[in-house]
């Protein structure tokens, strides 16, 4: 069946740098792409989403980049610092009908050194 | 935005038995999810709480292992029957209301089965 998965399973930065966490994607129909951020013991928060028609959305210290052609997606961390360890996960919305679901990729550790 | 209240957060539970997970809303929401996340890996969609109707489960999961309430548009209860060992994870609310884009969850319900 359709899934998303992600490149790196696990990412070790020093703080300060900029961390880039992937994901790919197999269904082209998913029109809605969210990054989750979710620390141990709690429910996955929010950070970031983009719509299937835009290629780049900046937040605060966050950018998502999609990529269509290549159905490749990308969470950029800039200035990474040690609260932002966590388990960082990509999902998509498949639209149409499943509308509201989300299918979510495999996860990577984000692990930040002082 | 919404806030979200699972109960109970986590419990240890004997095997044979069921639980029963509670997610209450602080507002009223269109759409309610229960999501599973067995451990070290990503969530699955189990199925969509339907108010006033059956929920739609997906692929994998069926109602009589995992039975799920929503009486109105702000709880909803997903019951874990039968329990085994395998059915050790988090089990986590989703909502997501109408016009909103991303999807906010629960803290989640440890679960561990012995």
């Known amino acids: 069946g359709e899934s998303v998965g992600l490149h790196l399973p696990t990412l070790s930065v020093q703080e300060g740098d900029n961390s880039i966490i992937n994901c790919a994607y197999s269904?082209?129909?998913?029109?809605?792409f969210i990054w989750y951020k979710q620390e141990s013991g709690k429910g996955p928060q929010f950070i970031i989403d983009?719509?299937?028609?835009?290629d780049k959305r900046q937040g605060q210290r966050v950018t998502v980049l999609l990529n269509k052609t290549v159905k490749h997606l990308s969470l950029q961390i800039a200035a990474t610092q040690p609260g932002d360890s966590a388990v960082y996960f990509c999902?998509?919305?498949?639209?149409?009908?499943?509308?509201?679901?989300?299918?979510f990729g495999q996860g990577t550790i984000l692990t930040v050194h002082p | 935005s919404a806030v979200i209240s699972q109960k109970p957060s986590r419990d240890i539970c004997q095997r044979g038995t069921s639980l029963t997970i509670q997610c209450q809303v602080d507002?009223?929401?269109?759409?309610m999810f229960w999501y599973r996340q067995q451990p070290g890996q990503s969530l699955t969609l189990i199925a969509t709480?339907?108010?006033?109707?059956?929920?739609?489960?997906e692929s994998g999961f069926v109602i009589d292992k995992f039975p799920i309430s929503r009486p109105n548009l702000t709880f909803s209860t997903l019951t874990v029957s039968n329990m085994s060992p395998e059915d050790s994870s988090i089990y986590l609310c989703?909502?997501?209301?109408?016009?909103?884009?991303?999807?906010?969850f629960g803290q989640g319900t440890r679960l561990t089965v012995v």
């Open positions: 999902a998509e919305n498949p639209g149409g009908t499943s509308y509201g679901k989300l299918t």
């Open positions: 989703s909502v997501r209301g109408q016009g909103w884009t991303e999807a906010f």
């Open positions: 709480a339907n108010q006033g109707s059956e929920a739609t489960y």
């Open positions: 507002s009223q929401v269109t759409m």
């Open positions: 983009i719509r299937s028609n835009m």
């Open positions: 269904n082209s129909a998913s029109d809605y």
